[in-house]
């Protein structure tokens, strides 16, 4: 039986976290699009329609909490995990109340965190993961 492939873009200025994700994703069987701020996220988004989103939240332009109150607004339904580096306890909560689906806390040390919660996401939308 043939699986779409599954596309997931990653939102964040910094490229060493983007590329690392890509990387890692793609070996998985994804495929990876990046967008190094909030305003191109949210271009490829409405372009591309990504069956799900790694977002940060501290970036230039247009910051992760607008663009997740943006995504939530116009597709509800579509994934968002929130991967930032604040470690503020407040943001996590203004994450998830904006709409995320996850937050996970840079840096990831282990990647299979992210996957996790990747493969969770997904799975709540019914889009099953291509891992095998």
């Known amino acids: 039986m043939f699986s779409k492939v599954r596309t997931i873009l990653t939102i964040d200025d910094e490229s060493l976290i983007r590329d690392t994700f890509r990387f890692f994703l793609e070996d998985s069987g994804y495929r990876v699009l990046d967008a190094e701020n909030g305003r ?12 799900l989103v790694l977002l940060d939240l501290r970036m230039p332009d247009i910051d992760g909490i607008t663009v997740l109150r943006e995504v939530n607004a116009k597709y509800p339904l579509l994934p968002v995990i929130v991967v930032s580096g604040t ?29 996790s919660a990747v493969e969770d996401a997904l799975k709540k939308t019914g889009n099953s993961p291509v891992r095998g």
């Open 40 to 51: 191109r996220g949210l271009e490829i988004i409405n372009e591309e329609q990504p069956d």
């Open 87 to 115: 470690g503020v306890p407040a943001d996590a909560v203004e994450a998830m109340e904006a709409g995320a689906w996850s937050y996970l806390l840079k840096p990831i040390t282990d990647l299979n965190s992210l996957a």
